[in-house]
C-alpha cells in the first residue's frame, strides 16, 4: 500500500516536464480533446446550475435584485424551521449510531478468525446497500406496518398496534436513521474493516505482549487509526444526510399526510418550486444546503488528508 | 510498564475478554445480523403469498408458486403494463448515461493522470469537490436550469445530469496515476504512435479494469436514483421503476385506503415491484462485490 502511494505521488508530480518538447504543441491539445466532454458536462450539470440558483436567489420574480429578501422570506416560513430541527435530528441520532455502531462492529467481525464466517458476516451487513432510494423506504414501509410486519410481534411489544402509530411525528428521525443504517452501514463495515487489516500485526503483537487485552487495543491502537476512516464517513454521510428527502416523501405517500410533504428542507424547497412556482424561494433554500456540502466537501478536500495526492 | 500495571491489565482482560465478554458480543452481533437479514429475506418471502397469507400465516413460511404467479400477473397488469415500461425507462436513462459517463470519464481521467495542460489542477479539485458533494444536492438547480432551455420532461433531462460523474473520472485518474507508468506511454511515443494511438491501444487496453469499476459505480447509482427523475419527469410515461414504485404505493389501500379501487396494488404485488426494482442492481452485488468495495475505498488512501 505505502509502495503504491509512493508510486502514486511520484507519478502525479512528475519531476519536470515530460521530455519531447517538439511535439508538445499535439500533446496538450489531445488533452484538450480526451477532457471536452468531460469538461462541457462538469460546466453545464456543476458549475452553470450553481450559478443560475445564485442568480435566481438573490433576484424577484420579474428578474431584479432582490438582495437577500429570498433568505429571509423562506427562513421566516413557518415550515422553515421545523424542517432543519426535523433534519437536525435524524442526523444527530444517524451519524452517532453510524459511528459507535460501524466502528463496534468492524473490530469485532475484524477479530473474527474463522475465514468463512468473517466472510459472510461482510456481506451480510454489506448486502441491503444494494436496495437504495425508494425501494429500501418501501421494504421498511412493510416492517414498520404491525399487521404485514415480520417483526410485528416486537412492534407490539414497543406498544405499536398500528402502521399510523409507528409513523407519528416523533418517531420519524429514529425511523429515518434506522433505514439509513441499514442501507448505508455495511458498505463502511467493509471499508473500516479494511483499514483494520492495514494496522500492522507487530503492533497488534507488541500491544499484546505487554499486556494489553482485546478491548484496550480496540480503544487504544484499533480507533485512533480508524480515526481518518471515521471522519470520512461522518462528514459523507451529514452531507447527504442534509438533503432528506425521499423517505419522507414517500411516508408522507403512504400515510395519506400523517407525514408532512414539507417534513425536510429539500421536500420545502421542492414545494417551493413545484406548488407556489416560486423559483426563487427553491433556489435559495436549494443553495444553503448547497454551501453546506460544499463546505463540507472543501473542507475535506484541503484538511481531510485522504485527497494528499491531488 | 511497571508490575503492578501489568496485572491489573492481565486482571482486566480476563474480565472482558473472558467468555462471558464473548458472549455478550456475539449475542449483539447476532442480533445485528438478523436486524439486516430479516428483511431482505422476508420481502422474498412475501411475494409468494397471497394478500391475505401474508398477515395471516407464519412471516418466514414460504408461500405457494401459484401465488407468486398471481402478483406477478397483477404487477404487470398494473395500468395496462406501466411496469414493464417503467423498468424500460430505468434501462434507458441507466445505460445511456452509463455509455456517456464512460465516453466522457474515462479519457478525461487518463488525461488528467498523464498528461499536462492548463487548468488541469483546477479540474482536479472541481472534481474532487463535486465528488464529495451528495448528487441530490445539484436537482433543484439543474431542474431551474433545465427549464429554461425546456428539457424538462425529455429523457434527455435525466440522461445528461446523470452523465456528470465526477467519481468516475477521479476512480480512473488514481488508476492511471498509479497503474500505467509514463514510461511505457513515452516508448509507444517513441514507436511512433500519435497522442490518440497511445491512448487508445496501450493505456485503454490495460484500463479495463478501471473501465468495469465506473460502468458499476455509474449504472448501480442511475438505476437507483431517485430525486432527479423525480423532479425532472412529470408524466408517468416517463417514469423510471423507482419513481414508479410511488404509483404503486400511491394504489396500496393498505398504505393508502383512498386508492381502493380496480387498479388496487395488494401488499405481496408491491413486495414483488421492490424485489423487481432491485434486481439489476442485487445481482451486481452479488458478483461484484470484491469490485465495489475496492472502489469505495479507492475514495482515500492510506497514511
Known sequence: ?310 | MTTVDAGRAVARRKSVSGWSGRTIVAVVVAIFVLFFVIPIVWLLLATTKSAHGLIVENPFRPGAIGDLAANWEQLFGFQDGAVTAWVGNSALYALGALVITLVASIPAGYAMALTEFRFRRLLLVLTLIVMLIPNTALVLPIFLELNVVGLIGSPLSVILPMSFFPFGVYLTYIYFSTSVPRDLLAAARLDGCGEFQVFTRVALPLAAPIVALVAFFSFVQNWNNFFLPFVMLPSSEGYPIQVGLTSLLASTPAFNPSSAGTQSVQLPTLALATVISVLPVLIVFLFAQRFLVAGMTAGGTKE
Open chain 1, 1 to 310: 500500500m505505502t509502495v503504491t502511494d509512493e508510486a502514486a505521488r511520484s507519478a502525479v508530480i512528475p519531476p519536470g516536464r515530460p521530455a519531447g518538447r517538439s511535439d508538445g504543441g499535439e500533446r496538450s491539445a489531445m488533452s484538450y480533446a480526451f477532457i471536452a466532454l468531460y469538461a462541457v458536462l462538469t460546466v453545464a450539470f456543476g458549475i452553470l446550475p450553481a450559478l443560475y440558483s445564485l442568480y435566481l436567489a438573490f433576484t424577484d420574480g420579474d428578474g431584479g435584485f432582490a438582495g437577500i429578501a429570498n433568505f429571509t422570506k423562506v427562513m421566516s416560513d413557518f415550515r422553515f424551521l421545523p424542517a432543519v430541527g426535523h433534519v437536525a435530528l435524524y442526523l444527530v441520532i444517524w451519524l452517532v449510531a453510524l459511528v459507535v455502531l460501524v466502528s463496534f462492529l468492524a473490530i469485532v467481525v475484524h477479530a473474527v478468525r474463522v475465514r468463512w464466517l468473517s466472510r459472510t458476516l461482510r456481506f451480510v451487513f454489506y448486502l441491503p446497500g444494494a436496495l437504495a432510494g425508494a425501494s429500501s423506504v418501501l421494504l421498511w414501509l412493510f416492517v414498520l406496518d404491525p399487521t404485514a410486519s415480520p417483526v410485528g410481534g416486537l412492534l407490539r411489544l414497543m406498544g405499536f398496534s398500528s402502521f399510523v402509530q409507528v409513523i407519528v411525528p416523533a418517531n420519524l428521525p429514529p425511523v429515518f436513521a434506522v433505514i439509513a443504517f441499514w442501507t448505508g452501514a455495511g458498505g463502511w463495515i467493509v471499508i473500516m474493516y479494511g483499514a483494520l487489516n492495514n494496522i500492522s500485526a507487530d503492533v497488534i503483537e507488541a500491544a499484546r505482549i505487554d499486556g494489553a487485552g482485546t478491548v484496550q487495543i480496540a480503544w487504544h491502537i484499533q480507533l485512533p487509526m480508524l480515526r481518518k476512516w471515521i471522519s470520512y464517513m461522518g462528514i459523507m454521510s451529514l452531507a447527504a444526510g442534509t438533503q432528506l428527502f425521499v423517505e419522507p416523501q414517500l411516508l408522507s405517500q403512504a400515510s395519506n399526510a400523517i407525514v408532512p410533504n414539507d417534513y425536510s428542507l429539500n421536500q420545502l424547497a421542492y414545494q417551493y418550486a413545484f406548488q407556489q412556482n416560486d423559483f426563487n424561494g427553491a433556489a435559495a433554500i436549494s443553495l444553503l444546503l448547497l454551501v453546506v456540502a460544499l463546505a463540507l466537501s472543501a473542507v475535506f478536500v484541503t484538511r481531510g488528508g485522504l485527497f494528499e495526492r491531488g
